[in-house]
């Protein structure tokens, strides 16, 4: 049987711990119009809103290899209103079908005074194969999407 691993990376965010976990948590589908290239498409699939356990989302995405758009539908399984923390399940998707058997991922936002908050992102997954890739590709790419969000929603708060 393969061995869970973890990734993890954390950026500083120039924007209110708060704030950043109502966009990540209520309202992603404002991640797609402040990081079109990056998510072009996110939609609640099952459930009354985003941020209730249980709820499935679908992301679009362009994969941090070549850029071509792929899907993958996320589980949320916890959320921590005092902490802003959140974990999701990767449930179904093209990277998960090719390269995982299990993926989990848990964010968390700690303020870092009344403008800016460091956000930690953490993958833990199961390959299918000593041949997948690491999905380090996926956090870096999730941590330039918070640079590239962040950087906006500051400049337009």
């Known amino acids: 049987m393969a061995q869970i691993k973890e990734y993890q990376g954390q950026v500083e965010a120039k924007c209110g711990a708060d704030k950043v976990f109502d966009i990540w948590t209520r309202n992603a589908p404002k991640v797609s119009n402040m990081c079109p290239g990056k998510f072009p498409k996110i939609e609640l ?3 009354d809103c985003y941020h209730t356990p249980g709820a499935i ?3 679009t995405y362009a994969t941090p290899v070549d850029g071509k758009h ?3 539908k996320t589980k949320l399984e916890g959320i ?3 902490k802003r923390s959140f974990s999701y399940k990767v449930i179904e998707g093209d990277a998960m079908n090719k ?3 299990t993926c989990k991922v848990t964010v968390q936002i700690i303020p ?3 403008n800016c908050s460091i956000v930690k992102y953490r ?3 199961e390959k299918k194969s000593e041949d997948a890739p690491d999905p380090n590709m996926y956090v870096e790419f999730f941590i330039g999407c918070i640079e590239e969000t ?3 929603l500051y400049s337009s708060a």
């Open 80 to 82: 921590d209103e005092k």
């Open 99 to 101: 390269y995982y058997n």
């Open 45 to 47: 699939v099952q459930g």
């Open 150 to 152: 962040y950087c906006r």
């Open 112 to 114: 870092k005074g009344e």
């Open 70 to 72: 792929e899907s993958t």
């Open 123 to 125: 993958v833990e997954c």
């Open 57 to 59: 989302v679908s992301w």
